[in-house]
């Protein structure tokens, strides 16, 4: 399957809201999306999962949500921290498939 | 607490092989898979295959059958990606990642990466 598709970057000043779109999902993926966080030179670290579950520790203001073949990441409240790429994923029996990447900025 | 503990960078020349190790601590090795994600400079992740702690069972993208190898070793809670052939543009860091759980379809704990480096 071919890699899903992000918008390559997205801004927002501080304090805003901003959400970045993931379309491309196969139906058969259900609600197996998530969301990866990278800073330059840095692991990914899993942002959200299951569509709009978040794990241990990461801040309330990362939500995700799914319609049709399309998911989003939306971040609430944006601070300088938030500077870094994102990338979707979905799942389906095996295979993981990544987003293109979208490069958030802070203004 | 979970920690992946990748093995150091790699330089190799096209159309030799690497071994990349991932060493795993802080959970019991054989009830998670651990997963193997390369991403070239500059570039988005790439999904290489998963494997098995259970029972080595193993698949891999198809984009990387024939060329790759994934093992494990559950005496020293060790996972292993070999790729053989190497060209020039599978230059790139490479994590291996574990499972957040075996059903989420996500995955929480990542290692540090390790570069390998194909030129001639």
């Known amino acids: 399957q071919s890699a899903l598709t992000q918008p390559a970057s997205v801004s927002g000043s501080p304090g805003q809201s901003i959400t970045i779109s993931c379309t491309g999902i196969s139906s058969d993926v259900g609600n197996l999306v998530s969301w990866y966080q990278q800073h330059p030179g840095k692991a990914p670290k899993l942002m959200i999962y299951?569509?709009?579950a978040r794990p241990s520790g990461v801040s309330n203001r990362f939500s995700g949500s799914k319609s049709g073949n399309t998911a989003s990441l939306t971040i609430s409240g944006l601070q300088a921290e938030d500077e870094a790429d994102y990338y979707c994923c979905s799942y389906v029996r095996g295979p993981y498939v990544f987003g293109t990447g979208t490069k958030v900025t802070v203004l | 607490q979970v920690q992946l503990v990748q093995s150091g960078g790699e330089v190799k020349k096209p159309g030799a092989s690497v071994k990349v190790s991932c060493k795993a601590s802080?959970?019991?090795?054989?009830?998670?898979?651990i997963n193997w994600v390369r991403q070239a400079p500059g570039q988005g992740l790439e999904w290489v295959g998963w494997?098995?702690?259970?029972?080595?069972?193993?698949n891999y993208a198809q984009k990387f059958q024939g060329r790759v190898t994934m093992t494990t070793d559950t005496s020293t809670r060790t996972a292993y990606m070999e790729l053989r052939s190497l060209r020039s543009d599978d230059t790139a860091m490479y994590y291996c990642?574990?499972?957040?759980?075996?059903?989420?379809?996500?995955?929480?704990?990542w290692g540090q990466g390790t570069l390998v480096t194909v030129s001639s």
């Open positions: 802080g959970y019991t090795f054989t009830s998670y898979g």
């Open positions: 299951e569509g709009s």
């Open positions: 990642a574990r499972d957040l759980d075996p059903y989420s379809g996500s995955l929480e704990y």
């Open positions: 494997i098995s702690g259970y029972n080595g069972n193993t």
